[in-house]
């Protein structure tokens, strides 16, 4: 498997798939660059005049909610019913669920639309599975294990791979199930980083879109290991996101073999 995971970050570099972006205003510089660092062609476009088309050309989908409003609303409505008829791979990035009604309002329309794979915290996959206690803004009050159930529950009723990001990634799809446990706390300081996670799924699904699992595996451990191994040379959050562009753009094959903390779940499917 780590085989795979590896040919699918290197198959990103070498064909630099065009990922379509609707993300919030918050993370846009920072997912593009990450996405450029790692060998994907970011574009990021939410004008109604041109959504259909864009994500015609794009090999991969990616909506994030983070600063909702309506017009982008309708934004991410039109762009998900052309992948869906399309059949191109798309991430929902579902910041915030359980925030306010009208996140989760919003949600509950774009899972309608089948989601390849659903990246978030583990407040907002419960939120999702509706068995949520809350968020603080968009930032998680739970574990990644806490959402584990919810999580498999999730992907069974939408078919999605699901992914909770944490100090320990779990990944499921209907009947299986990966953890990752890379990565660095430092991590955690700096904005966007589980919205670059996203991205960078949406890159690997572009390239190996039969396979929504391996490709969201893929994406996550390059994500770790390109962490913890800035954490090693940065003193800070600040120099750690200069260190980490490095690291997605410089990553050797022997030292994503030898750092990679990948295994198979044992949760009862």
């Not at 990001?165 to 589980?194: R, W």
């Not at 750690?240 to 030898?258: A, C, P, Y």
Request: hydrophobic letters at 45%.
């Amino acid at each position: 498997m780590k085989d795979i995971l590896w040919q699918t970050i290197q198959a990103v570099k070498a064909t630099s798939p065009l990922v379509h972006n609707i993300t919030n205003y918050v993370v846009m510089n920072n997912t593009a660059n990450a996405l450029l660092a790692a060998g994907a062609s970011p574009v990021m476009a939410h004008a109604h005049s041109e959504i259909e088309a864009m994500t015609g050309i794009a090999s991969a989908l990616v909506i994030n909610i983070g600063t909702l409003d309506e017009y982008w609303v309708e934004s991410m409505r039109r762009a998900v019913l052309e992948a869906e008829k399309l059949q191109k791979p798309w991430v929902l990035d579902p910041v915030g669920a359980g925030a306010t009604p009208y996140r989760d309002r919003v949600l509950e329309e774009l899972l309608k639309h089948k989601p390849t794979v659903v990246r978030g915290n583990a407040s907002e996959i419960l939120a999702l599975a509706s068995k949520g206690t809350g968020t603080k803004g968009v930032d998680s009050i739970n574990e990644s294990t806490e959402a584990l159930d919810a999580a498999i529950v999730l992907s069974k009723n939408t078919g999605a791979v699901i992914c909770v990001s944490g100090a320990e990634d779990l990944l499921v799809q209907q009947a299986q199930g990966l953890s990752i446990t890379n990565g660095h706390p430092l991590m955690a300081k700096i904005t966007g980083m589980g919205c670059t996670a996203t991205a960078l799924i949406g890159a690997c699904c572009a390239v190996l879109p039969a396979q929504p699992l391996l490709a969201t595996a893929a994406a996550m451990a390059l994500m770790g290991i390109a962490g913890e191994m800035a954490a090693e040379k940065s003193a800070g959050p600040g120099s750690l996101q200069l260190h980490f562009l490095d690291m997605l753009h410089t990553l050797s094959e022997n030292d994503f073999m030898q750092r990679l903390k990948l295994k198979q779940l044992d949760a009862a499917f």
